[in-house]
């Protein structure tokens, strides 16, 4: 299991390589229509530790975004790691959005 540093640091790393591969895109001439994409959108507020001791979400999302969480207690980031690790799906992102960081 990846320890919260390293989930953080994953997702800076993502980060900056989504900023290199448009960057790439521009200079290159490609990448000029935007993507569409199809799916499907969800949002909700989550307990982490109540979602980790009993599971209600599915799992396997392409996408989960974690905003404004990580000043929380830390005591609570091992839950926090559970409910990530269950969410994502194989080839899934976590995106933490924070202005602590």
């Not at 290199?20 to 000029?32: F, H, I, Q, T």
């Amino acid at each position: 299991p990846l320890s919260m540093e390293d989930t953080v640091a994953s997702a800076a790393k993502s980060k900056k390589k989504s900023k290199e591969d448009k960057s790439s895109r521009r200079r290159s001439g490609r990448g000029a229509e935007p993507r569409r994409a199809a799916g499907r959108c969800q949002a909700a507020a989550v307990e982490w530790e109540k979602e980790a001791q009993m599971p209600t979400l599915p799992g396997n999302f392409d996408l989960v975004v974690v905003c404004d969480c990580l000043y929380e207690n830390r005591d609570s980031w091992s839950s926090l790691q559970q409910l990530l690790q269950r969410l994502v799906g194989l080839h899934g992102h976590v995106l933490l959005a924070s202005a602590m960081l």
